[in-house]
């Protein structure tokens, strides 16, 4: 969590015209974030009749019930449904991955650096291209591009640099002495592992899950050319965006955005119950 | 003296390890720094030994040695008898409180304090109650199931020690473990661990960098600086009679000045500010007078050039006070200068 | 037979030697536990990278790729004036959404750091910025659409309020719908690690320039910026890197007046024509490497993140 918090004071006479300023340009930037997605959010309670820009023709629930029926182009619950597994696999590959090579990158070991450098390269290469090369790699091996394969590759790619420097910034507030105590205290590097270093961990680990989830579900860039046959629902969407554009598209937004936030809501939960137990109720 | 016992298993008579500790020869060295140079120590049974020493000395290297939590780069160490330097901390026999105590952040006090036991694969029942019993030991056992982050630092310590103990070693390693309390509690905590020590019977390796807590606490007190021990024995025999420089500076209220046939050292508390007679003296001018309660320090500049200083009791003081700046000459008696070499 | 591990147990120096192997060094557990990520790492991204240098020297034609080793690949690309215009408009797009990204991420992290003084209210106005990344990039661009349009939202509203009397124009489809979206999008790479440095500032830094009589102007130059630089930099690499490899936002926000260097490839990999992608690939690749490279200099990023 961030530090930080040293205002300007004024003399005790209360807050300097740039906090009013700044809160301002603030509140601004806010509006400029959201207000988009609130146009989305209303329109995709268009009225039968309506299109898609304002005005409202009436309202109704017609888009979302759209949403179930599989038209020709699209289909949406069952790509949603593809989204979800692979969001989940990858989280869970990127979450063991990452905290391994996070406790690997304690020590100095031969070869580290290069490995950091191709972390932050994998990450800063523009997205299609890594799509791009995986694609013609499958290719070249004769193999056919797919969901559970090339596409997961390719949003690994996307999703371990961030683990990874999560994961930095969890272990190096990690103390060594725990891992010595348990040491002392008779327990074997699995025990060690399993009982000491992990729990003590978990919060910054469930962070990167979650992380790597949400990554991976609102990914496109790097899938699209890996994706075989079965779309991923940002792709689906996109599919659709070129050819019909009716309010379903924006009922599909709002379901969405309502899953991300039901999903990192409840992990954030989870986070903020864990760390409040484990800091007690003491005064420090 | 060899002692002789009788092995209870056996019934048969054994000989009785000398020595809980015994570090022979012991060197570390990370890349070209030597942090602990071929240091000997032999640390008898059941003692308080407390290593003493500015930063950066080797005591704390020394301690993880010990511990296993460091490789010995060359040497041996052997607790009774047996030789451990190639064994994983948790065969040596040896327990360690960490400094800041690093007590499981997820598990509460008891589960904390049965952690050892857990690993050996003792059942829950069976290891929640000698947890219990050992908690009891500490005075804590109503915060069983508090986490660590609900305690304060002497509770916490306390927590330490018993997850410690639990493991019955026969050597306990504190590294610093009075440096995180406020001074009050500091001075509690030490009767805390004399009295533990005697009770258990075993031997407590004591880290410090305080002097007054070495000289508190420890049967046998070794100082140590660059890597070496430069004196150990009982904490009366170092102050009476500190080997060198080094030690007298260290260990305080002594004064190192030049003598007839080269350096001394004299207890402040043993010099006086009086007249240059027959006796030893030296003369110099006041620089600081601290009032300090039940004595007075008097802070000298000396004509030969090192600075020096004289604990008076009040008394003495009062009937002939002197001020910053006053010439003044320190006496003392050839008794009490002990001869030190420089180094 | 038996004297030499005699000799060695009775020597207790050599005995180190007997038992040291069993202690694994500690540079192999590090490789054991980084060899995952080393594997995706090196299959899934450098391979495949090297695949497409490679590709790029190949000759094709309408019925297929050949595997050679020529250079028109490039000579075609490099001549035409196409893609200077593309890589100038696309360069000309990351250095504004840079500019503004650069304004807004630093005012408001500065706000959030420095002004806000509760711990609980600084959390939660940073997560009120993190939601909106919680929705696809997708649904986030096609979201101006019908706020941006001749009868969208901000049309209305405008002309409401009397503010127009005719909707404006260039609201979308065009350069300007372009770099709002970005901005929107690319914001919060800013604030994130901007605000990261600002938070590593020890307060009593600034108590003292305080305390020597700088005006709060004044601090902010010699103070806060200078001690940020790290979080610029890494903000700045982050959104010129997303701006440059981009290919929807301009497709969708443009309306077909600028091209996008990635867009134009993935147009030549529909026609399966992988080698001038291929070469359009690593020219980008070097461009955004020398990019990074130059912003990398700035801060020692090893240090800034492993630390």
């Not at chain 2, 050992?134 to 109503?142: G, I, K, N, S, T």
């Not at chain 3, 696809?136 to 969208?152: D, E, K, M, Q, V």
Request: charged fraction near 15%.
């Amino acid at each position: 969590m961030m530090v930080g918090g040293q205002s300007y004071q004024t003399a005790g006479r209360g807050r300097p015209w740039t906090f009013y300023a700044l809160a301002g340009l603030f509140g601004f930037f806010l509006l400029f974030l959201y207000g988009p997605m609130l146009v989305i959010y209303l329109l995709s309670f268009q009225g039968p009749n309506g299109g898609v820009t304002f005005p409202m023709v009436g309202t109704s629930l017609v888009w979302f019930e759209d949403i179930l029926k599989p038209g020709q182009m699209a289909n949406i619950p069952v790509s949603f449904g593809r989204s979800i597994a692979l969001a989940a696999i990858v989280s869970v590959l990127t979450v063991v991955i990452s905290v391994a090579a996070g406790l690997a990158f304690r020590r100095r070991f031969p070869g580290s650096g290069v490995l950091f450098y191709l972390a932050v390269a994998s990450l800063v290469m523009p997205s299609l291209l890594v799509g791009f090369g995986v694609g013609l790699g499958f290719k070249a091996l004769g193999a056919k591009p797919s969901l559970f394969t090339s596409a997961l590759g390719a949003q690994l790619t996307w999703t371990l640099p961030f683990g990874l420097f999560a994961m930095f910034a969890v272990v190096n507030r990690f103390n060594r002495a725990y891992e010595e105590a348990a040491n002392d205290l008779g327990a074997t590097a699995w025990q060690r592992l399993r009982h000491v270093t992990l729990p003590i961990l978990l919060p910054g680990i469930i962070g990167v899950a979650m992380g790597a989830f949400t990554l991976s579900y609102d990914e496109y860039a790097r899938t699209t050319l890996v994706i075989g046959e079965r779309n991923t629902l940002p792709l689906e969407i996109y599919a659709l965006i070129s050819s019909a554009t009716s309010p379903t598209l924006f009922a599909i937004g709002t379901v969405t955005t309502g899953v991300s936030f039901l999903i990192i809501g409840i992990t954030l939960w989870r986070i903020v119950r864990l760390q409040r137990r484990r800091a007690g109720r003491a005064p420090s | 003296m060899m002692r002789l016992a009788t092995n209870q298993a056996t019934q048969r008579t054994v000989v009785e390890p000398r020595f809980d500790v015994e570090l022979v020869a012991v060197t570390k060295r990370y890349d070209r720094t030597v942090a602990v140079d071929a240091i000997s120590l032999r640390i008898p049974r059941a003692s308080y030994c407390c290593l003493l020493g500015p930063s950066g000395c080797g005591k704390t290297s020394t301690l993880r040695m010990i511990a296993g939590h460091e490789i010995v780069t060359d040497g041996d160490i052997l607790i009774r008898d047996r030789n451990v330097t190639d064994l994983p901390t948790a065969r040596r026999g040896t327990a360690m409180m960490f400094q800041n105590y690093a007590l499981f952040p997820h598990l509460n006090c008891l589960d904390n304090v049965a952690f050892s036991l857990k690993m050996r694969g003792v059942g829950k029942a069976e290891r929640h109650a000698r947890a219990r019993e050992f908690l009891e030991l500490v005075e804590m056992a109503e915060f069983a199931p508090r986490l660590p982050a609900q305690l304060s630092g002497g509770q916490q310590q306390r927590i330490a020690l018993a997850r410690s103990l639990i493991t019955e070693p026969q050597v306990l390693l504190l590294d610093e473990p009075l440096s995180a309390l406020d001074p009050f509690l500091r001075v509690r905590m030490r009767e805390e661990l004399k009295r533990l020590q005697r009770e258990l019977g075993i031997t407590f390796i004591h880290v410090t960098h305080s002097q007054d807590e070495a000289m508190a606490l420890a049967d046998l007190m070794v100082v140590m600086d660059q890597g070496q021990i430069r004196q150990a024995g009982t904490p009366r025999q170092i102050f009476e009679a500190p080997a060198n420089v080094f030690i007298a500076r260290f260990i305080g209220g002594h004064n190192v000045l030049p003598g007839p046939r080269g350096l001394v050292a004299v207890r402040a508390d043993r010099c006086r500010i009086g007249q240059a007679g027959n006796g030893a003296h030296s003369s110099g001018r006041v620089v600081a007078v601290e009032y300090q309660g039940p004595v007075v320090r008097v802070s000298l500049q000396m004509q030969s050039g090192e600075q020096a200083a004289a604990l008076l009791p009040d008394n003495t003081y009062f009937a002939a006070p002197v001020q910053p700046g006053d010439p003044a000459t320190l006496v003392w008696s050839e008794a009490d200068a002990h001869p030190v070499t420089v180094s | 037979m038996t004297v030499l591990p005699l000799a060695i147990a009775a020597v207790p120096r050599l005995r180190r030697f007997a038992s040291a192997s069993r202690r694994p060094p500690p540079w192999i557990v590090s490789w054991l536990q980084v060899s995952p990520l080393a594997f995706v790492l090196v299959v899934l991204f450098a391979l495949p990278t090297l695949l497409f240098v490679v590709v790029s020297f190949w000759d094709y034609d309408r019925t297929g790729i050949y595997p050679a080793f020529i250079l028109d690949n490039y000579r075609d690309l490099l001549t035409t004036p196409a893609t200077i215009r593309v890589y100038v408009s696309s360069l000309a797009f990351a250095v504004i959404v840079w500019a503004v990204t650069l304004f807004f991420g630093f005012n408001i992290a500065h706000f959030l750091i420095f002004h806000v003084r509760s711990a609980a209210i600084r959390t939660l106005l940073f997560l009120l910025c993190a939601i909106p990344f919680w929705t696809s990039g997708i649904i986030r661009t096609i979201a101006w659409i019908p706020f941006l349009g001749r009868n969208g939202a901000f049309n209305q509203i405008a002309m409401g309020l009397g503010l127009t009397s005719k909707p404006l124009d260039f609201l979308l489809f065009s350069s300007f719908a372009v770099i709002i979206t970005y901005v929107n999008l690319f914001t919060l790479l800013m604030v994130g690690p901007i605000a990261n440095s600002m938070a590593k500032i020890d307060p009593a830094l600034i108590e003292a320039a305080r305390d020597a009589g700088a005006s709060r102007w004044r601090i902010m130059i010699e103070v806060i910026i200078p001690l940020s630089k790290t979080g610029i930099a890494l903000g700045s690499i982050l959104v010129f890197t997303q701006v440059m490899g981009d290919f929807f936002v301009v497709k969708q926000m443009s309306g077909g007046q600028s091209a996008s260097i990635v867009s134009t490839l993935a147009t030549e990999i529909q026609a399966m024509q992988y080698p001038p992608a291929a070469a359009s690939a690593v020219v980008l690749v070097i461009f955004v490497a020398l990019m990074v490279a130059g912003m990398m200099r700035v801060v020692d990023v090893r240090k800034e993140l492993v630390k």
